[in-house]
């Protein structure tokens, strides 16, 4: 019975928390002209997304590798606290730069929310129901990004733009609060983590801090244990190349020197990252009293064919569908003058059929152990569905007809490829624990970097269509250096969906869409190479 209570806690914490990560993603899409007028800076606004995206990705890994030092309750918990500040920093800010500072604290909580609840969620459950839990992580993280406009919407008319940041609060304080006294290891004796922690703290000594051998110990965690050094190199090379997607082309020009900078240092430090983590680390901890290295990530990791073809299809699956459900409503509300807040109805277009489809998939995955054929009918469901998504024109039954396919694609790719790439490591590996944490982060970090470099790349090519456009017409029209200035032009000038300007438009969001049929067609090719192994199910289902 107590365990039983303890599980129910447990996942309506990682529900909770995982609600709020995917909720503060999108409730700041209806904030973009209340905050642009407040602090009269609308080229930088587009930072309140790309500022939480950018740490939300880069920092991905290393909470897998912190949960596999300190346990994933723990930095669970530790990444709540750090969600939680920043959104206050958020809500108590009075200028855009106190702003986009609390957004990136908040997206490196957020990093390890989004992260550690699929770790805890199926490690807590038998192999074949963690289609199941997934599902139901899925769904809440769904439902967030659907009612997350909403919520934006009415706080801003009716409250204030503040509390979108405030209502985190509360809500990640309850979940932090049942995370503390549930149990997350199976242990049925647990001791409560809370009172024991704070009892630990209180009886440390101190006086550890001024030896040698401390901060001989604190060197050897932070570069054979941590990786700081693969941190940095990861994540500043991660960091250039997304700041080169925002800056390229609306900040500098395409061929400045600092964005030709941008997309050649970053690849070299990734580069260096590999390097470093697959052949470097390993020497430097031989050589360094036999030390035993732990990299970011590891060959054995980055070398299984099942976990890195499951994790790129995932990638480009997050990709496409950033693309599409950001520039649907861009559609609605830019051409069509739609509202944000009703805009954004048209994300259930895709968000209900993802959630049938994450729960089909988690029965059949549960009865049969199926795997691959789910990633292969998502990748073709996607390709097709992305081909009928480049004809929206803007009626309401069309868009709906033709979102079907690319959500259920969305969701049968989300969820088979985490348990594609989590089947992969044995549960009689002497090292399972780990290695679960390792391949389980790996594949979000993979899949929140498709998000992150989705919605650059979306913005990219948006405005770059859209320049092009301009450049070979002869309106008298600004020059527009970033979509949100594009945003507050449109506002004050609409012409109605049938004109010129509107059509520039309507052309531009379709390119985007063409790019988010291009990943669905690269995805198709390391889809078919997914693994095709199955999870277990129990006897008294084979029989």
Not at 16 to 38: E, P, Q, S
Not at 79 to 102: D, K, P, Q
Not at 174 to 202: D, V
Not at 393 to 414: D, K, M, R, T, V
């Amino acid at each position: 019975m107590k365990n039983t209570l303890s599980l129910t806690l447990c996942v309506i914490s990682l529900l909770l928390t995982l609600f709020l990560a995917a909720l503060d993603i999108v409730i700041v899409v209806t904030l973009y002209d209340t905050i642009g007028i407040k602090f009269h800076d609308f080229g930088n606004i587009g930072w309140l997304v790309t500022g939480y995206a950018l740490s939300n990705a880069v920092f991905m890994l290393l909470w897998g590798r912190l949960a596999e030092i300190l346990g994933t309750k723990e930095c669970l918990m530790i990444s709540v606290i750090i969600f939680e500040i920043g959104s206050l920093i958020s809500a108590l800010s009075n200028s855009m730069a106190t702003l986009i500072s609390g957004r990136i604290v908040a997206g490196f909580g957020g990093s390890g929310i989004e992260s550690l609840a699929f770790v805890v969620g199926t490690s807590i459950v038998r192999e074949n129901h963690r289609g199941i839990m997934i599902t139901a992580l899925a769904i809440s993280y769904v439902i967030a990004e659907g009612v997350g406009p909403f919520i934006g919407g009415a706080f801003n008319e009716h409250l204030s733009w503040r509390w979108c940041f405030y209502i985190n609060l509360p809500i990640g304080a309850f979940a932090f609060i049942i995370l503390a006294f549930c149990n997350t290891s199976g242990e049925p004796h647990q001791k409560m983590w809370l009172p024991s922690k704070i009892k630990k703290i209180m009886n440390y000594n101190y006086g550890e801090l001024l030896k040698v051998s401390f901060w001989k110990n604190t060197f050897e965690v932070l570069v054979f244990k941590l990786d700081m050094i693969g941190i940095i190199l990861s994540s500043a090379g991660f960091t250039l190349l997304m700041l080169g997607l925002s800056f390229g082309g609306n900040n500098f020009p395409w061929n400045s020197s600092i964005i030709i900078s941008f997309f050649t240092v970053g690849p070299i430090l990734l580069l260096l990252f590999c390097v470093y983590d697959f052949h470097f680390l390993p020497l430097l901890g031989l050589h360094y009293d036999d030390k035993r290295t732990k990299p970011l990530l590891t060959w054995n990791i980055a070398s299984n064919c099942g976990i890195f073809t499951s994790s790129i299809t995932g990638f480009l699956s997050c990709f496409a569908y950033e693309l599409q459900s950001a520039y649907l409503v861009q559609l609605y509300q830019l051409v069509f003058k739609k509202k944000p807040t009703l805009a954004s109805i048209h994300l259930w277009e895709l968000s209900i059929p993802a959630m049938l489809a994450t729960m089909a998939i988690a029965y059949l995955n549960a009865k049969y152990g199926i795997i691959k054929p789910a990633i292969v009918f998502g990748v073709l469901c996607g390709i097709v569905g992305s081909g009928l998504f480049t004809l929206i024109n803007g009626e309401l039954s069309q868009s709906i007809g033709y979102s079907i396919l690319p959500g259920i694609a969305f969701g049968s790719i989300f969820q088979a490829t985490l348990l594609s790439s989590q089947v992969q490591i044995t549960s009689d590996d002497p090292d399972f624990q780990n290695k679960f944490i390792e391949v389980t982060a790996f594949n979000s970090f993979a899949k929140s970097l498709g998000f992150a470099f989705g919605g650059n790349m979306g913005a990219m090519i948006f405005t770059a269509s859209l320049k092009n456009q301009m450049r070979s017409s002869h309106l008298n029209l600004p020059q527009f250096t970033s979509v949100e200035t594009l945003l507050a032009y449109s506002t004050e000038h609409y012409g109605g969906p049938q004109s010129l300007l509107s059509k520039f438009i309507n052309t531009a969001i379709h390119d985007v869409f063409y790019c988010a049929l291009g990943c669905y067609g690269l995805s198709f090719f390391f889809g078919i190479f997914t693994s095709s192994k199955k999870t277990t199910i129990s006897a008294k289902k084979q029989q």
